[in-house]
């Protein structure tokens, strides 16, 4: 009897370590299959962000240069490519041909009486050294002659203001480009200098970034800038020429961004963008093996026995899949690839090596 109560005891203690050890091989079981990665250096362009406005690269004002005429038609609308001398509209012009006619008349008239003139004076210089004719008489001749030259000459003139008046009744286009602006009513008499057209010269446009002062050394004509339209859209740019000036009041620079040819790009948008500057040598990691949270980055270092660490990093631009760590990590560290959301300080987990990412034996 009392062998086995000494039995029962015995088993009663050695219950307790059984039990506990159980849970010590459970607690150390991996909680989860990652792969991992180790940081890579990477070669990242160098890039100046900037925001601006799209704009014609030059826009041309087409007005009218004849005055009070009626505007019988118009040729042509806004979004229209036009050709340099083409017709775009057409003034009224019957009362400038009657003008016209009259002051051919008028040139006809006037060279009929400089012949006459001219007559009148030769006749009277043959007569001059003979004494037959007053010299008074002889200077009026002369004087007539001249003065039938000079009518001539101010007939002619007046000829000349009436053609070309007759010409202007025609609004051509004074360069190759896009219709941006239409201000042209037909049957409006308009006066002299009156706006009708707005035109993009050769349907060029530009971007007007705006950059910091203390980026603007950096940049020089001919790099490359790349342009981001509000429809998603981009466009790859060249610096034309940077602005002299810098505004007192944002302390930003202009650089003027010539533009290629674009359905999406309109002159009045905004848009976003980045000078190209060459490239540099930095630290990166897939961007799946960085968690962000709180406005910080986080990654999940693993050890050699499989504990995780979780490590707060500083991050620097992305470039593809790829992001730039610049701080908080050793370039030997070993960190979880993808999933690390799942997990946490002290998790232990199991290393799958032919999902390993870093292209070495973990």
Known sequence: ?????????????????????????????????????????????????????????????????????????????????????????????????????????AVAEAEAALAEAEDNAQRARELQTTGAMATQQIFQYITAERTARARLEAARATENTQQLRLAQAQVLAPDDGVISARSATIGAVLPAGQELFRLIRRGRLEWRAEVAASDLEKLQPDQVARVTLPGGGELEGRVRTIAPLVDVSTRNGLVYVDLPASDGARAGMFARGEFELGTRRALTLPRSAVQLRDGFGYVHRVSEDGVITEAKVALGQTEGDRIEIISGLDPEARVVASGGAFLGDGDRVRVERALSLSGRQP
């Open 1 to 105: 009897m009392a062998l086995g109560m000494a039995a029962a005891i015995g088993w009663v203690m050695q219950a307790p370590s059984s039990a506990s050890e159980s849970g010590t091989t459970a607690a150390a079981q991996p909680a989860l299959t990652v792969a991992i990665t180790t940081p890579r250096s990477a070669m990242l362009p160098i890039r100046i962000a900037a925001n601006g406005n799209i704009m014609a690269w030059q826009e041309a004002s087409v007005g009218t240069e004849a005055n009070g005429l009626r505007l019988a038609s118009v040729e042509v609308n806004v979004g229209d490519v036009v050709q340099r001398g083409q017709v775009l509209a057409t003034f009224a012009s019957d009362t400038v041909s009657a003008e016209l006619a009259q002051s051919r008349a």
